[in-house]
């Protein structure tokens, strides 16, 4: 089904020592899309994904889920969290219990599953995000990328229909970072809405399928990748970089490697193959050289 999942109409938000956080966002995120949310600190990104699954509440402006505003009484909140899941930026804010079983068991069990039920749970989280063999271990003594691993579970085992990320990838190697980015697109293709926010514009640009660029409280731009990283003066203006993808393409057409109309690539595989392409008339190096081999060994 497509359509709008969440939507975000006009909201205002000022936390009680008086920092206007959101003033008059408006967005909307497509059912089983890939959204990503980029901007300065301080933009407003954490906010948003506090008010998108009702942890805090627009002092004007309304937030819709599945086409119906979002109502704040206990149970509506309860209903709306099985929905919709945050992943937040620091795993210490979510994970509360002693052992890793404990934790991701903890939101299925507080949805009022049988211990069957919630072990089913619990089992495909842990293999979903490979962390099985740590299942029995306390979650003090855990490495960040693991904790972070736990809480993803813990929001898998709900098995919302969108799962949000704060900055998913920050603080993690990149052989972790890239894992992560894989699990995003697994729980993508199994048909979820996939959000995340983060300072990392190559991420923003291979991965998303709509960019949301935010600025003081509001949205700034929106658009595909390829919009939004070809809008020099905007990026100039939010004081974001190019993605490197779109440097190195720019850089090859300007100068007359690429034809005026080469379409933009995605990612660095899909660049490869058109630099490849280019360079398939023209001579090889390392032909010439083993040509010269040939020529010195005959004669
Ligand atoms: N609990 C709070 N009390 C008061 N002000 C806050 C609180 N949390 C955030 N703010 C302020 O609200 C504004 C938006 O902050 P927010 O955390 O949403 O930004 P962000 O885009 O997530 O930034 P970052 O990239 O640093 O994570 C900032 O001015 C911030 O200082
Ligand atoms: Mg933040």
Redesign the pocket.
């Known amino acids: 089904m497509v359509g709008p999942i969440l939507e975000v109409v006009d909201v205002h938000f000022a936390?009680?020592?008086g920092?206007q956080?959101l003033a008059g966002m408006s967005l909307t995120i497509e059912r089983g899309s890939k959204v990503v949310f980029l901007?300065?600190?301080?933009?407003?990104?954490?906010?948003?994904f506090l008010q998108l699954n009702g942890i805090l509440r627009p002092s004007q402006g309304v937030v819709r889920f599945d086409g119906n505003d979002l109502r704040y009484d206990r149970r509506s909140l309860m209903e709306l969290r099985k929905n919709v899941g945050i992943v937040f930026?620091d795993p210490d804010s979510q994970i509360f219990s002693a052992s890793v079983l404990q934790d991701i068991s903890f939101g299925p069990f507080n949805l009022g599953m049988s211990e069957e039920e919630v072990r089913g749970r619990v089992q495909g989280a842990l293999a979903a995000v490979g962390i099985e063999s740590i299942a029995d271990r306390p979650t003090h003594f855990l490495s960040l990328g693991q904790k972070k691993r736990v809480a993803i579970a813990g929001v898998l085992a709900m098995e919302p229909q969108v799962i949000i990320f704060?900055?998913p990838t920050s603080s993690l190697d990149p052989k972790t970072a890239k894992q992560l980015l894989i699990l995003l697109d697994d729980i993508s293709r199994d048909g979820k809405t996939v959000v995340i926010?983060t300072?990392d514009v190559d991420i923003a640009y291979s991965w998303a399928d709509r960019v949301y660029v935010?600025e003081s409280?509001r949205v700034a731009d929106a658009g595909t990748p390829q919009e939004i990283f070809l809008d020099e003066a905007m990026l100039e203006r939010v004081d974001l970089t190019q993605p490197w993808i779109v440097d190195v393409w720019r850089e090859l057409r300007d100068n007359g490697y690429l034809p005026p109309n080469a379409l933009l690539p995605r990612t660095k595989s899909a660049l490869l193959a058109l630099i490849r392409s280019r360079l398939c008339h023209s001579f090889r190096i390392t032909d010439l050289v083993s040509e010269r081999a040939a020529i010195n060994e005959r004669g």
């Open positions: 936390y009680p020592d920092t956080a901007g300065p600190n301080g933009a407003g990104k954490t906010t948003l930026q704060d900055e926010s300072h935010l409280g």
